[in-house]
């Protein structure tokens, strides 16, 4: 189970994320627990955490979020691979700041990622979810934080 403390780390990495590349700040709406597996958006962007805590930090947005996000990023391919990448991008962004407050120990993957392949990602048994919901212009996404 995760700490507030710990939660703000991903508050505060996904604003900074949005802050810095969109030159357009995202609102974060209250984080809340899950026992289930929440929905997934059309792009996900999956990394595994291993070390002194164990499972899946995840960025899940809709293909509409990420061409704006792409725009504001002055990019002009609008692909299918660039909204991979963009989406694995946002969650290896977001993770790697985590590790800086983490330490060592919080030992991430190279992302992983989904695009609508699966519905849903189902959380490690006894593990509850974590969402952060993330509201930018007016896309909405959500960051999963599964840790045990």
Do not use: C
């Not at 994320?17 to 289930?36: K, M, R, T």
């Not at 290896?92 to 407050?101: E, F, K, L, P």
């Not at 030992?107 to 392949?117: A, D, F, K, W």
């Amino acid at each position: 189970m995760l700490y507030e403390h710990e939660l703000k780390t991903f508050v505060a990495g996904t604003t900074n994320f949005f802050e810095v590349s969109a030159q357009q700040p995202a609102s974060i709406g209250s984080p809340y627990l899950v026992d289930d597996a929440p929905q997934l958006h059309e792009y996900t962007g999956l990394i595994n955490i291993t070390g002194k805590r164990d499972g899946v930090v995840y960025f899940t947005a809709p293909k509409a979020m990420l061409a704006v996000l792409l725009m504001k990023m002055q990019e002009t391919d609008f692909s299918h691979e660039t909204m991979r990448d963009l989406v694995g991008e946002v969650a290896n962004t977001i993770s790697g700041n985590a590790r800086r407050d983490f330490g060592r120990d919080f030992v991430i993957s190279p992302p992983s990622v989904l695009s609508g392949e699966t519905p849903s990602i189902a959380p490690r048994p006894g593990v509850r979810s974590f969402i952060i919901p993330i509201n930018w212009r007016s896309h909405s996404a959500k960051l999963v934080v599964s840790l045990g």
